[in-house]
């Protein structure tokens, strides 16, 4: 069984954003789930590179790509927020519609 976590970003450090990540991990994995990873970074995916490859919208651009990895899961882990953070209403949605379980922090 896999999970993804959802969580909002906006607002946040580095390093509450990898604490809030590694809860959520440690939850997912008690429950007996393997955490896909969602978190994108590198020189492939910068504004620059994104610009580049004609994105214009990098938000819509990285929900894409979350809700592809998504497809792999049985459910989703909504951390502690995610209704306030327009990817993560998103996310929620789109679990809902498509079955997978919602874990709520």
Not at 15 to 40: H, N, P, S
């Amino acid at each position: 069984m896999k999970a993804m976590i959802s969580q909002p970003m906006a607002g946040k450090t580095d390093e509450e954003i990898q604490m809030a990540k590694v809860k959520a991990a440690r939850d997912l994995e008690d429950m007996g789930y393997e955490v896909v990873d969602t978190f994108f970074s590198g020189d492939w995916c910068n504004r620059e590179s994104l610009t580049r490859l004609g994105i214009t919208n990098i938000p819509l651009w990285f929900l894409s790509k979350s809700l592809e990895k998504m497809s792999e899961c049985n459910a989703v882990y909504f951390c502690k927020g995610w209704a306030n953070a327009r990817g993560c209403r998103l996310e929620h949605e789109a679990a809902l519609r498509y079955d997978l379980r919602c874990i709520h922090e």
